[in-house]
């Protein structure tokens, strides 16, 4: 039979009782005859309540210390639900990431795979066990814990997915697959019983939730047959229904796909605008700016700069919210006097709304519905930023909720696909 991976998260991990019903679920694949591979998140909120502990003690732990304390939450999930798979008498065997080993660079709190060995994995799975695996953490090459940031779980179960050549990663959530945006905002927002990655990409960068976004990198790049379906159904549930449901990522585009110019409405809180006002428009002062903020491990989403007047530009640009008051602290201790600007204004009250779709290739008028809907409700548009399938705006965020809904309905995403 096929080797599949799970991935579970902190929500399908957050009780003994939920690790049961995942441990029942696994065993149920494993007694079909499938080959698998389990890689389960830290109990839902473990990690927040680890980094609470550390910055209790001092506001800015030591990065490299920081991962050795976050990672342990995953480390406590593999081992009980190893304990509940053996109390169904299914051979099961727990490794954290350095174990396997998931090899990444030193980028602390934010580390990137380079390399995963196999033979672990592939010797446990030749003895018929399930191999449960840490999501989230890897072993830099100076034997150094790391973590892959929030989310890291999803990335750690495509990676291994791919270097194991599986035949499908399951990431098994609190919800019941991708839908054409959040329905805790728009009650008429549907599952998409399928989606490409490319979109994917866009909506996982743009906002959504549901997958992180290295880890649609990773199925796209290799070509990893990924779903996104609930782990709140019942564990008994019919194999072969529960296989076909939630949310398949597709390789390509299909015919019948192309008839959806949007796919959905993606939006994020998380970020946060700074300008550097008045900036001598002459070559490299794009690099002045944003090489320091690279240099400090930030990373920049949105870029615009202002028409050059007098010689002078004004230079804009969003990183995540969480990152703001590091960015603004790097600008005006290395850039701002340096390069000659005026001023430095920052805005963490923003917000970005994006439109998402493959059919924006082949249909005009999307921008235009797009500006014309926010325009009819009093919304301003701060910053514009596209692709050929998407289409984003900042504005402010007290006027979030009211453009997802808006411009979900003038797409028609609320209507039967």
Same mark, same amino acid.
């Given at each position: 039979?096929?080797?599949?991976? #799970?991935?579970?998260?902190?929500?399908?991990?957050?009780?003994?009782?939920?690790?049961?019903?995942?441990?029942?679920?696994?065993?149920?694949?494993?007694?079909?005859?499938?080959?698998?591979?389990?890689?389960?998140?830290?109990?839902?909120?473990?990690?927040?309540?680890?980094?609470?502990?550390?910055?209790?003690?001092?506001?800015?732990?030591?990065?490299?210390?920081?991962?050795?304390?976050?990672?342990?939450?995953?480390?406590?999930?593999?081992?009980?639900?190893?304990?509940?798979?053996?109390?169904?008498?299914?051979?099961?065997?727990?490794?954290?990431?350095?174990?396997?080993?998931?090899?990444?660079?030193?980028?602390?709190?934010?580390?990137?795979?380079?390399?995963?060995?196999?033979?672990?994995?592939?010797?446990?799975?030749?003895?018929?066990?399930?191999?449960?695996?840490?999501?989230?953490?890897?072993?830099?090459?100076?034997?150094?814990?790391?973590?892959?940031?929030?989310?890291?779980?999803?990335?750690?179960?495509?990676?291994?997915?791919?270097?194991?050549?599986?035949?499908?990663?399951?990431?098994?959530?609190?919800?019941?697959?991708?839908?054409?945006?959040?329905?805790?905002?728009?009650?008429?927002?549907?599952?998409?019983?399928?989606?490409?990655?490319?979109?994917?990409?866009?909506?996982?960068?743009?906002?959504?939730?549901?997958?992180?976004?290295?880890?649609?990198?990773?199925?796209?790049?290799?070509?990893?047959?990924?779903?996104?379906?609930?782990?709140?159904?019942?564990?008994?549930?019919?194999?072969?229904?529960?296989?076909?449901?939630?949310?398949?990522?597709?390789?390509?585009?299909?015919?019948?796909?192309?008839?959806?110019?949007?796919?959905?409405?993606?939006?994020?809180?998380?970020?946060?605008?700074?300008?550097?006002?008045?900036?001598?428009?002459?070559?490299?002062?794009?690099?002045?700016?944003?090489?320091?903020?690279?240099?400090?491990?930030?990373?920049?989403?949105?870029?615009?700069?202002?028409?050059?007047?007098?010689?002078?530009?004004?230079?804009?640009?969003?990183?995540?919210?969480?990152?703001?008051?590091?960015?603004?602290?790097?600008?005006?201790?290395?850039?701002?006097?340096?390069?000659?600007?005026?001023?430095?204004?920052?805005?963490?009250?923003?917000?970005?709304?994006?439109?998402?779709?493959?059919?924006?290739?082949? #249909?005009?008028?999307?921008?235009?519905?797009?500006?014309?809907?926010?325009?009819?409700?009093?919304?301003?548009?701060?910053?514009?930023?596209?692709?050929?399938?998407?289409?984003?705006?900042?504005?402010?965020?007290?006027?979030?909720?009211?453009?997802?809904?808006?411009? #979900?309905?003038?797409?028609?995403?609320?209507?039967?696909?």
């Amino acid at each position: 039979m096929a080797l599949i991976v #799970h991935k579970y998260g902190g929500t399908s991990m957050g009780s003994v009782d939920r690790i049961r019903n995942v441990a029942a679920r696994v065993a149920k694949w494993h007694r079909a005859g499938h080959r698998m591979i389990v890689v389960p998140s830290a109990m839902s909120g473990e990690t927040n309540r680890l980094i609470a502990l550390a910055k209790a003690i001092v506001p800015e732990p030591d990065p490299r210390e920081l991962d050795m304390v976050a990672c342990t939450g995953e480390q406590v999930s593999v081992g009980l639900l190893a304990v509940a798979l053996k109390s169904l008498g299914v051979e099961a065997v727990s490794y954290c990431g350095w174990q396997v080993a998931v090899r990444t660079d030193s980028a602390f709190g934010k580390a990137r795979i380079t390399a995963i060995d196999t033979v672990r994995l592939d010797a446990a799975l030749n003895e018929g066990k399930v191999v449960i695996v840490a999501g989230f953490q890897g072993v830099d090459p100076h034997a150094n814990l790391t973590t892959l940031g929030r989310g890291g779980s999803d990335t750690s179960a495509v990676a291994i997915a791919a270097a194991v050549k599986a035949s499908e990663c399951l990431i098994y959530t609190d919800v019941d697959g991708v839908y054409t945006t959040d329905p805790r905002i728009v009650a008429e927002a549907r599952r998409l019983e399928r989606i490409t990655f490319e979109e994917m990409l866009e909506m996982a960068s743009l906002g959504s939730k549901v997958l992180q976004i290295r880890s649609v990198e990773f199925a796209g790049k290799y070509q990893v047959k990924t779903r996104v379906l609930s782990s709140l159904t019942p564990p008994e549930m019919d194999l072969e229904e529960e296989a076909a449901s939630g949310t398949l990522i597709t390789f390509e585009e299909e015919e019948s796909m192309e008839q959806a110019v949007i796919s959905g409405i993606a939006f994020n809180r998380d970020e946060a605008k700074i300008t550097v006002t008045r900036v001598p428009d002459r070559p490299g002062v794009a690099y002045s700016i944003l090489g320091p903020i690279a240099e400090a491990n930030i990373d920049v989403d949105m870029i615009i700069q202002n028409q050059s007047q007098d010689g002078l530009t004004d230079f804009s640009f969003t990183v995540h919210r969480n990152e703001y008051e590091r960015a603004m602290r790097v600008l005006r201790e290395e850039v701002v006097s340096q390069i000659g600007a005026r001023t430095l204004i920052g805005d963490a009250k923003i917000a970005k709304v994006s439109a998402v779709g493959i059919g924006m290739r082949s #249909h005009v008028g999307i921008a235009s519905l797009m500006f014309r809907t926010l325009s009819s409700e009093g919304i301003n548009i701060q910053m514009i930023s596209t692709s050929e399938i998407k289409i984003s705006v900042v504005i402010e965020d007290k006027y979030m909720e009211l453009a997802v809904r808006a411009l #979900h309905a003038a797409f028609g995403l609320d209507q039967p696909g």
